[in-house]
């Protein structure tokens, strides 16, 4: 996953090239939303100071995905009655790292592959456990990574409706289930796509796919959505828990050879500044966050323009942890 474009989406917006806009869109949401009142909120995101004893800083990177999160563990945290105050929005992950390092953020919702690539480029990342153990052995003695939750934000070769109907497949479908039709389908992505290990490369070595051809377009953006959407391609690169998914019914197919790596959802923290009840509170919310309910969670947000405070506490109240 070191290649690849979401092992770097949070450093570089996570390279989504439409990520700006929901942001931006996202930003108002935050104002009034994730930042609930002013008395829970920082005024600016980027002060070094240390928080004040006792209350928990709940930080997010500047994409929409990571401000629910940072709702949704916020405000599992409040129901415990810890004091908590958000650092919403703030900025790519060279920024997050430090002022977790100097303890002015005291978690972060991250994903454990992104996060040992950018630990350890060079880091092979075989399974959950493994990826874990060597992001945890490369961070900073004083942070830590607390449980990853099954929810994941990542590559995928995704295809539509149209194509799904065609060839009988279905979210249950492997890439391993192309093998015989990807001769018939065009493959849309990244120009990179094309020539990483954790593209077309990965995909004709590790599951013996050979497209009709390469179409290329944009890092799972606006072209390669519009593209799949209008069959100019069959299928194409889309992150995992991309919106879109959801309302064009687009099919993601099941990586059983994690040639895409790990990118569980994943809180970091400052050690110091966690009693044992708010890591299992954090803990908690991971035990019960899967992939499929954060594409729903996301398309609340992004597709119907619901505040994210608003679905991060009505999601915690579905699963009992109000």
Known sequence: MTSNAHSSRSRSFRNHPGAAAVALAASA?????????????ADDPLAGDKAAGGTVVVGSNNFAESILLADIYGEALKAKGIKVSYKPNIGSRETTYGLLKNGSITVLPEYNGSLLAYLDPKAEQKSLATVNA????KLDSKLTLLESSPAEDKDSVTIN?????KYNLTGESTLADLK???????????PEFQTRQQGMVGLESVYGLKFKSFKALDAGGPLTQAALKKNTVQAADIFTTDPTITKEKFVVLQDPENLFGFANVTPLAYKSGLTQEAIDALNAVSAKLDTKT?????????????DPLDVAKEWLKSVGLD
Request: charged residues 20%; hydrophobic residues 40%; contains cysteine.
């Open 29 to 41: 949401a935050l104002l009034a939303g994730c930042s609930s009142s002013s008395d829970d909120t």
């Open 134 to 137: 060597a992001a945890s052995a």
């Open 161 to 165: 409706a149209e194509t799904a109907k």
């Open 180 to 190: 015989d039709i990807a001769p018939e389908l065009i493959l849309g992505g990244s």
């Open 294 to 306: 954060l594409l729903d969670l996301d398309s609340q947000v992004q597709l119907e323009s619901k």
